[in-house]
């Protein structure tokens, strides 16, 4: 499955992967001596700046005796370490770290200075301009062709007085505060706006941002207007340009202002009250009697959908294993309406027009497939597999007119 994600900074900055290097110094330093190569081996897991720049705050806590990575370098290292420094300074420059030090000759004088502000460095930069030219035209040509599809799927969407009124009333019923023409506005205005970035898999970064590798595009709240998308031709065959961009328009729109309240949408996938299944819970399906009471409630859920028992545990375990990947993105409510929208614009759904449990059933079924409508489901899965068509119906209210009349589509 390939993610669809949002960049934000905190993906950016791996929390895990931060501390495990820092660990990694402070045992570097500890002790009689330090050793160079683990420092220089500690910085070279880094990805970029911002990362560097993360590592740096740990250092607040003194567990290695000094206040940040330069004064280690500079209390550290002695006048033989001339080469370690430079080879730590080459390290750095290559993530977007710019440093200087004293030297003579090829004795190391201390003065370590690092400037992670300067990111990433001019070569990088240049090289990978240059690398975007090198990008196949027609996937580029494609990603053109899809975004002008989307803006066009937005403007409708937005322009159609049944979203508007629609925002505006849950805005005043579950938001805290409310939805005015102004926003509306500016969303409008986001749309006339939005450019495109292409990148691929041999790119660390784009421009001043980190390439999202494991995304098929992405947006970064930085740089607002602009969609990332991904060129390497094995993540993003088979994509369908159009609906991954209407899908990453709605997170601009969304870093704007949410067109619903955050609330209204999680409440879309959690029913209060219900029993939601535990990992060893669902595990142990398997396992256990047909006269247990987890194979029982399980088997009474596969019988009200009409879905194999065996295939909801499919999506359970796959939902689950994204979930411990990175945890909260399964059912972020930004990536939600992301995966709503998108699947409205594949459906070709206008405003008040609904998705049903009919058009989802050959998914949910695995007889098809499609990215967007399994990140929907898998945060269905994660809540316990609450009636797909009360979900439906509180999906569908989040853009549309209540007063149509199949909202309740029992199929
Ligand atoms: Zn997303």
Redesign the pocket.
């Known amino acids: 499955m390939i993610r669809?994600?949002?960049l934000l900074l905190e993906d950016v900055v791996n929390k895990k992967l931060i501390t495990s290097i820092y660990n990694q110094i402070v045992l570097a330093v500890s002790g009689a001596g330090t050793d160079t190569d683990s420092i220089l081996k500690s910085i070279s897991r880094l990805q970029n700046a911002i990362q560097f720049k993360e590592l740096n705050k740990m250092f607040s806590n003194k567990k290695t005796g000094y206040g940040s990575f330069d004064e280690i370098i500079n209390g550290e290292y002695e006048v033989d370490n001339y080469y370690d420094a430079a080879k730590l300074s080459n390290k750095l420059r290559i993530i977007g770290v710019n440093s200087t030090f004293d030297f003579e000759e090829q004795l190391f004088l201390g003065n370590f200075k690092s400037d992670p502000k300067i990111a990433p460095g001019e070569t990088r930069v240049n090289q990978d301009i240059k690398r975007t030219i090198g990008l196949n035209p027609t996937t580029v040509a494609a990603w053109k062709a899809g975004l002008s599809e989307a803006v066009k799927f937005w403007k409708n969407w937005l322009n159609d007085p049944i979203t508007k009124q629609k925002s505006k009333n849950n805005w005043s019923k579950y938001g805290d505060d409310l939805m005015t023409d102004d926003v509306w506005n500016e969303y409008l205005n986001a749309l006339t706006n939005i450019k495109l970035i292409f990148y691929d898999s041999s790119m660390n970064f784009v421009g001043a941002t980190a390439a999202e590798h494991d995304a098929i595009a992405f947006v970064n709240p930085s740089t607002p207007e602009y969609i990332h998308c991904n060129c390497t031709e094995i993540v993003i065959r088979d994509i369908n340009k159009y609906e991954i961009l209407v899908?990453?328009i709605q997170?601009i729109l969304y870093n704007i202002k949410p067109i619903n309240p955050e609330k209204q949408i999680k409440n879309a996938f959690v029913k209060p009250g219900t029993k939601i299944e535990t990992d060893s819970n669902i595990k142990a399906t398997f396992k256990t009697s047909p006269n247990d009471k987890v194979f029982k409630n399980m088997s009474s859920k596969s019988i009200k959908l009409n879905v194999p028992i065996d295939t909801l545990v499919i999506w359970y375990n796959i939902a689950s294993a994204h979930d411990k990947n990175d945890p909260g993105y399964v059912c972020r409510e930004?990536?939600k309406m992301?995966n709503i929208m998108s699947i409205r614009s594949m459906f070709k759904l206008r405003p008040g027009q609904n998705i049903t449990h009919q058009m989802l059933k050959p998914y949910i079924n695995l007889q098809k497939k499609n990215d967007n409508i399994s990140w929907l489901l898998y945060c269905w899965a994660l809540n316990g597999f609450n009636d797909i068509n009360i979900l439906l119906n509180k999906v569908n209210q989040l853009a549309v007119n209540q007063n149509s009349n199949n909202n309740l589509n029992i199929t």
């Open positions: 669809l994600k949002i899908h990453e997170h930004t990536e992301s």
